[in-house]
């Protein structure tokens, strides 16, 4: 579902959007927007994904954290695509993560269904709640905040 004039974002616009780059760019595209509301993100996970290498050889298992960092992106497209022009190319930094639970092991030729919820929003602070799906069951879960800097 896309509201309020926001654009589905395909990688290009993922990328200019925001600062991550390969190794640590963890959505595809954002399949969803509601504005200053929520997103859905788009992980297609690779056996050429370089963590892979060692978490774990012999078993790969996409790291738990990167599931984190994977819904923090598709939370950072959602706050730009809100707030506008103004913000884009300012870092966003964590400032909590909380009740992060994993639930499930992501494995490469998984896609993963990234979807974000603004919380609360106050200035440059933002707090968010994520899930991380595979064929609809729960992978990862955790509520989180940022901040934007040079707000």
């Known amino acids: 579902m896309i509201t309020d004039d926001a654009d589905i974002a395909e990688i290009g616009e993922v990328m200019a959007t925001i600062p991550h780059r390969y190794p640590f760019l963890m959505i595809d595209r954002v399949t969803e927007i509601r504005l200053g509301e929520s997103a859905v993100g788009i992980k297609n996970v690779s056996i050429n994904e370089m963590h892979f290498q060692g978490h774990f050889p012999s078993k790969p298992v996409m790291p ?18 809100t707030m506008g022009e103004h913000v884009r190319g300012k870092l966003v930094y964590f400032m909590t993560i909380d009740n992060a639970r994993f639930r499930r092991p992501v494995v490469p030729g998984d896609q993963v269904r990234v979807e974000v919820a603004v919380r609360r929003h106050r200035g440059a602070v933002w707090r968010f709640r994520g899930e991380a799906k595979v064929d609809g069951v729960l992978a990862a879960e955790a509520e989180y905040s940022a901040m934007i800097q040079g707000l």
């Not at 990167?66 to 706050?79: I, K, R, S």
């Open 64 to 81: 738990g954290v990167l599931l984190v960092e994977a819904m923090a992106q598709t939370a950072a497209v959602l706050v730009e695509k």
